[in-house]
């Protein structure tokens, strides 16, 4: 049985409560898709790196594996680091596939969930 995994994939911090929000994106994945197993990377600062949450789920029978780069815009860090990251990735498990998306801010969807959030402040 084929099994595709999410990783969401954020920048890092040095403070700890940072990382809360992506926490509750992947409790909130976890509890609409339960056979589809969810789990954070981080670029820098914090733990796991992208490698180690590939090899995780690949360890947990994922043959398929999506990145979604939890980030606002396709910044330097989405279009030059996170290629190098995902190459090393499918260097260490070349029988499984490895997709990309493009960062959460580049999809309409979530920028209309923003401008509402927004508007509701006023």
């Known amino acids: 049985m084929a099994l595709h995994g999410i990783v969401l ?5 040095r403070d700890v409560r940072w990382r ?3 926490e509750r994106l992947a409790d909130k ?7 589809t197993p969810v789990t954070l990377a981080f670029l820098e600062l914090m733990e796991p790196d992208l490698p180690t949450a590939v090899s995780d789920l690949v360890a947990q029978g994922c043959d398929t594996v999506t990145v ?3 980030f ?3 910044g330097a860090h989405i279009r030059r680091d996170l290629p190098l990251v995902i190459e090393r990735c499918q260097a260490l498990h070349p029988s499984i596939r490895i997709d990309c ?3 959460v801010g580049e999809d309409d969807a979530v920028l209309d ?3 509402q959030y927004c508007l509701r402040q006023l």
């Open 9 to 13: 994939f954020g920048h890092g911090a």
């Open 20 to 22: 809360e929000p992506f």
């Open 29 to 35: 994945l976890r509890g609409a898709r339960d056979a």
């Open 68 to 70: 979604v780069p939890v």
């Open 72 to 74: 606002f815009g396709q």
């Open 101 to 103: 998306a493009v960062a």
């Open 113 to 115: 969930a923003v401008a």
